[in-house]
């Protein structure tokens, strides 16, 4: 696969200012109202590179947002991979060792490995298992449009179907069968929560329509929950998706059967890719694809195919 070039609308900006929170972890900032209502959390960085979170955070507290009842907090996730970024090499500064996106489960969070993500998980992880709601900001290798991301409970259907844009949603019907997400962290991951767990797919990492998406989309969260002031906004008609499969890339060889950037739509059986031997084909007709892997690395997931809701 040949990767197209990288545009830089937005890059990496010292953030060292906002290492000293007043939560006692780095990074993390808490304001309390006073008055009832939810906890809230806005999560940035969980990836390194996607660079829109660290945007809308920013603004959160550059320009003195605060609730009017109930809790916010904001955090930056994955800052040592944020501090990583070189512009020559992009895309790695996703991750250092681990996928931060990948690790919320008690194997992993109570396990023996070590690594500077698990490390920053176990440190958030109060700061997540505290929150009632919580927005994880994301973006795409690809130009692709925005979309939210989500296990498919009722409760997260419903915010993120009331908050409106993006007005294309991915549903993870049993969650995300590749590892465990923020959003599925304790009891966001369970039917019995109550709380919402949204991840918010932006745009493409390096582009400011993916930092003003992001930015727009915290405020309309926060005033969907009741902290700050409705952001009253057309909400565009819904496309949902319903998630099949994630299949993980297995060699170097890995192909897509033609270039690929996300919303594409195949046949029930098309082939959508070769991975040395093997092939991936589409597994229902308008088989829609997300997310697909901008160069293969052995151990990714590939692609995220799923039908039209």
């Known amino acids: 696969m040949t990767a197209p070039q990288t545009e830089f609308e937005v890059l990496p900006r010292d953030i060292s ?4 929170g007043n939560t006692c972890i780095d990074y993390v900032h808490r304001f309390e109202s006073g008055r009832p209502g939810p906890h809230v959390l806005v999560n940035a960085l969980t990836h390194g590179n996607e660079i829109c979170g660290m945007v809308a955070a920013t603004h959160l507290l550059d320009t003195g947002v605060r609730p009017k009842a109930g809790t916010l907090t904001v955090s930056f996730a994955n800052v040592e991979a944020y501090e990583s970024f070189d512009r ?6 996703r991750q250092l060792v ?11 969070l109570d396990g023996q490995q070590d690594s500077p993500e698990l490390r920053r998980a176990r440190e958030l992880r109060p700061v997540v298992a505290a929150a009632d709601h919580i927005l994880d900001i994301h973006s795409t290798a690809q130009v692709v449009a925005p979309f939210w991301v989500y296990p498919g409970f009722a409760r997260n259907a419903a915010a993120a179907l009331a908050i409106g844009a993006p007005g294309i949603h991915l549903v993870m019907p049993r969650g995300l069968n590749t590892g465990t997400p923020l959003i599925q962290h304790g009891r966001h991951g369970s039917d019995e929560g109550k709380g919402v767990a949204l991840v918010v797919e932006c745009g493409q990492h390096f582009l400011q329509a993916s930092a003003d998406m992001a930015v727009d989309v915290t405020l309309r969260f926060l005033a969907h929950f009741g902290l700050v002031e409705s952001q009253a906004a057309p909400a565009p008609a819904p496309r949902r998706f319903e998630l099949l499969a994630t299949p993980l890339i297995k060699t170097e060889s890995f192909r897509f059967a033609r270039p690929l950037v996300g919303l594409e ?12 031997p093997d092939e991936i084909r589409a ?7 997300f997310m697909p892997a901008r160069t293969p690395i052995v151990g990714r997931e590939a692609v995220y195919l799923t039908r039209p809701l």
Do not use: M, Q
């Open 17 to 20: 200012a906002y290492r000293e």
């Open 283 to 289: 597994l229902c007709d308008d088989c829609t694809v």
């Open 88 to 93: 020559e090499k992009p895309f790695a500064s």
């Open 265 to 276: 739509t195949f046949a029930n059986g098309e082939l959508i890719a070769t991975d040395g």
């Open 98 to 108: 681990h996928n931060l996106n990948r690790i919320w489960s008690p194997e992993w």
